[in-house]
């Protein structure tokens, strides 16, 4: 009787992780599909981004597909920030196991936030960004 209630734990444990992993695997073939109209991509547990010439779209990346998508134009922004934990940095003082967030300012003073779970590579597509901005 203790052996069994010894190995229901584990059990429960092993189908949570099964379903967790199918569901991160449908995530990512969802992003896959969309990412394929894009010349730059990303995928990241907060958000997908993509960039098709000047335009940006993203959303949230979830098992039924990408949700939330917004798209704005790079000509409608005047202002590219990188911030970690809601504060402008410099890209050159982020610690890799940050969290950072890439805040595009609109002309008309809006803001749009976008989430990467790695400041690294959100360090890299603000660089990207920043040399789409000035050409």
Same mark, same amino acid.
């Given at each position: ?21 199918? &569901?991160?695997? #449908?995530?990512?073939?969802? *992003? ?13 547990? *907060? ?6 010439? &000047? ?15 917004? #798209? ?61 901005? &000035?050409?």
């Amino acid at each position: 009787m203790e052996r069994g209630l010894f190995w229901l734990p584990l059990l429960i444990l092993f189908f949570w992780l099964a379903w967790s992993g199918k &569901n991160e695997y #449908q995530k990512l073939e969802n *992003y896959k599909v969309w990412a394929e109209d894009f010349d730059k991509s990303k995928y990241d547990i *907060y958000a997908v981004l993509g960039k098709k010439g &000047n335009m940006l779209t993203w959303g949230k990346p979830t098992a039924k597909g990408i949700l939330n998508q917004s #798209q704005f134009s790079l000509d409608d922004i005047k202002q590219i920030n990188f911030l970690v934990k809601g504060k402008v940095v410099r890209v050159q003082d982020l610690s890799e196991k940050e969290e950072a967030s890439l805040e595009f300012i609109h002309n008309q003073e809006q803001s749009i936030v976008i989430p990467f779970t790695q400041a690294t590579l959100a360090g890299e597509w603000y660089e990207f960004l920043l040399k789409s901005l &000035n050409v």
